[in-house]
Structure formats: C-alpha cells, structure tokens
Antibody, heavy 120, light 107 residues
C-alpha cells in the first residue's frame, strides 16, 4: 500500500524553527517528485514547495521562499521541510504529497497531515 | 504566478441534483488541471487529473472538462458522501497553485 506519514509538527514561538518529516512506503520513493502543501485553519489549500526525484529541481511559494527549505533522503525514503523564521501566518496543517510521474503532475496520494502552530 | 479562481465559493444542493463547479486560470494551462475532494479533518483526495481523466476508484458520476483557461467539474447525481469541499489545481507551472475551494453543502 502506498503511504505517506508526516511528523514533526507542534507548537513553536514566532521566529522559531521546526523540521517536518514525511516517511514514504509502498512505492519507489526515489522515482517521484514530492511536494508540501499546507492548509491554515478554516482556509483553503496552499502549495508550499516541491522537489524533484534527485533533488535537482526545487521550487517554493513566494510566501515561504528564503525561510523554508525542502530536502529529501532517498536512502531513507523520507522528505523534509525545514521551517525557519516562523510567523503566525505559517500556522497550518502541512501535508506531503507525491507527484505523478510524467508531465501532468497531479498529487496522489497525500499524507494525513501534521499541525504546526506558531504562537507565543 | 498562475491564479486559479473557482466559482461558486459555496453551493447548496440536494441528493440527486446535478452540480457543476467552474475553475478559471489566469492564463492558458492547456489541460494541466486537477480536481480534489476534501472532507472535514481529512487529507485531499484526487478525483480528476489532466482536466478530464477519472482517477481509479472514483465513481463515474464525477466528470471533468475544459482546456486553456476554463474548466468544469460535474457531479451528475449528488450522493450523500459527495458533500465536501472541492479544489482545482494547476500543474502547468512549476509553482503549483490551487483554487480557493468550493464548499458543497446539503440543502
């Protein structure tokens, strides 16, 4: 079964840092691009960042560029999101999602999400 | 960045109704358009990819159409389990973006 499991969320003060992890299983992780998507409480989905299968291509939303860093370890079947200089507006459930191989690039499956709360 | 605009933002309908949700891109995205369903407290689920292809396991009452800038998601006969929020997403640009969502509620 293809599965993604996020971890690392929690309560952090403004200006603080947090590292999220996403453990993948049931597929050849090293063959797929991966993404982080977040959802603030009561709000819609916001794409955060993507990383290609070999980490050659990395992209960020403007709202997190310069503060967040996406990375992966294909040997450990794991995706990461290092979040620095956190702000109240970064409070959200963070999902990891696999990107389809090929050119259409839809997201499937998604993990269950991990909640990040930025508050003093 | 490519902006995605969904309409309506919310919609009330009854079981058995035919429902259409629209999604408009700020520039042409060919057929690089995907639809997701999200229920409260759950992760989004892929329904339609590449504008009109039905994801495996998704009921055939769901369909998608469109290309360029204008797209639609249609549910032919609403079932109780279809009441949820629906999002479109473009995968044309490397900076993926989502629509703001359409909340489908029971009338």
């Amino acid at each position: 079964e293809v599965q993604l499991v996020e971890s690392g969320g929690g309560l952090v003060k403004p200006g603080g840092s947090l590292r999220l992890s996403c453990a993948a299983s049931g597929f050849t992780f090293s063959s797929y691009s991966m993404n982080w998507v977040r959802q603030a409480p009561g709000k819609g989905l916001e794409w955060v960042s993507s990383i290609s299968s070999s980490s050659s291509y990395i992209y960020y939303a403007d709202s997190v560029k310069g503060r967040f860093t996406i990375s992966r370890d294909n040997a450990k079947n794991s995706l990461y999101l290092q979040m620095n200089s956190l702000r109240a507006e970064d409070t959200a459930v963070y999902y990891c999602a696999r990107e389809a191989a090929g050119i259409e690039n839809w997201f499937d499956p998604w993990g269950q999400g991990t909640l990040v709360t930025v508050s003093s | 960045d490519i902006q995605m605009t969904q309409s309506p933002s919310s919609l009330s309908a009854s079981v058995g109704d035919r429902v259409t949700i629209t999604c408009r891109a700020s520039q042409s995205i060919s057929s690089y358009l995907n639809w997701y369903q999200q229920k409260p407290g759950k992760a989004p689920k892929l329904l339609i990819y590449a504008a009109s292809s039905l994801q495996s396991g998704v009921p055939s009452r769901f369909s998608g159409s469109g290309s360029g800038t204008d797209f639609t998601l249609t549910i032919s006969s609403l079932q109780p389990e279809d009441f949820a929020t629906y999002y479109c997403q473009q995968s044309y640009s490397t900076l993926r973006t989502f629509g703001q969502g359409t909340k489908l509620e029971i009338k």
